[in-house]
């Protein structure tokens, strides 16, 4: 796809975990530990069969937390409160991520299966936290998790973006594929491979600055 395309976009959306920051920070990976810990404490069973379920229910669901709710009666609140007292020190502030992601014309949106206040504290760590006009969390989307498509199209449709002026970054491909069907120009932030199958994804960058330093170069 040509770069310049970048040029007529007004509208960027950010996935938040394993994007907006690397992975190497090791951040999410404290979130997986605490989820399995919950579980395990929630319905009384161990630790290893609290992963197995976990995962299931990611895998199924989108979301470890929705299969919970489902099957489960758990409070969200509580749930997301719990996994998201995570320390933070790993994150530092990122003026060269600052500077890149303020050069980009019109609104940056954080969308995220996360939570707001634990999204905020993340923005807040890297130093960027001011630059983001809204951030679209997993109350916001009704407790349907990405990979729906509907949460995205009911975003795009309340704050009246076109979908065509919108730019859209995630980790996890399968995720891009709702914004490819709405018509987003979709990037994924990974080391992975290209495959010919992953036709929904327009860009692809190993770290989000070399996203947006091509980006920042094409605008």
Same mark, same amino acid.
């Given at each position: 796809?040509? %770069?310049?395309?970048?040029?007529?976009?007004?509208?960027?959306?950010?996935?938040?975990?394993?994007?907006?920051? &690397?992975? $190497?920070?090791? !951040?999410?990976?404290?979130?997986?530990? @605490?989820? #399995?810990?919950?579980?395990? =404490?929630?319905?009384?069973? %161990?630790? &290893?069969?609290?992963?197995?379920?976990?995962?299931?229910?990611?895998?199924?669901?989108?979301?470890?937390? +929705?299969?919970?709710? @489902?099957?489960?009666? !758990?409070?969200?609140? =509580?749930?997301?409160?719990?996994?998201?007292?995570?320390?933070? &020190?790993?994150?530092? #502030?990122?003026?060269?991520?600052?500077?890149?992601?303020? /050069?980009?014309?019109?609104?940056? /949106?954080?969308?995220?299966?996360?939570?707001? @206040?634990?999204?905020?504290?993340?923005?807040?760590?890297?130093?960027?936290?001011?630059? *983001?006009?809204? !951030?679209?969390?997993?109350?916001?989307?009704?407790?349907?998790? #990405?990979? =729906?498509?509907?949460?995205?199209?009911?975003?795009? +449709?309340?704050?009246?973006? @076109?979908?065509?002026?919108?730019?859209? *970054?995630?980790?996890?491909?399968?995720?891009?594929?709702?914004?490819?069907?709405?018509?987003?120009?979709?990037?994924?932030?990974?080391? &992975?491979?290209?495959? $010919? %199958?992953?036709?929904? /994804?327009? *860009?692809? +960058?190993?770290? !989000?600055?070399?996203?947006?330093?091509?980006?920042?170069?094409?605008?």
């Amino acid at each position: 796809m040509d %770069s310049n395309i970048f040029k007529k976009k007004s509208v960027w959306i950010f996935d938040l975990d394993n994007t907006i920051y &690397e992975p $190497e920070t090791k !951040i999410f990976s404290q979130i997986d530990e @605490k989820m #399995k810990t919950f579980i395990s =404490e929630k319905i009384f069973i %161990s630790k &290893e069969e609290a992963l197995i379920l976990q995962k299931k229910y990611y895998k199924k669901y989108g979301t470890t937390l +929705f299969g919970l709710m @489902k099957h489960h009666d !758990i409070n969200p609140d =509580e749930f997301l409160d719990f996994v998201h007292n995570i320390d933070l &020190e790993n994150l530092k #502030k990122n003026p060269t991520l600052h500077k890149m992601i303020k /050069i980009l014309p019109g609104e940056k /949106i954080i969308y995220t299966n996360g939570e707001r @206040k634990y999204a905020k504290k993340v923005l807040d760590a890297l130093g960027i936290k001011d630059l *983001f006009k809204d !951030i679209w969390d997993i109350k916001s989307s009704n407790f349907i998790p #990405k990979p =729906e498509i509907n949460p995205l199209k009911n975003y795009l +449709f309340e704050r009246s973006f @076109k979908a065509e002026n919108c730019v859209y *970054f995630e980790d996890l491909k399968k995720n891009l594929l709702p914004g490819h069907q709405l018509g987003l120009t979709t990037i994924h932030i990974s080391n &992975e491979a290209s495959n $010919e %199958s992953d036709f929904y /994804i327009d *860009f692809r +960058f190993k770290t !989000i600055i070399s996203a947006l330093d091509m980006i920042n170069k094409n605008i």
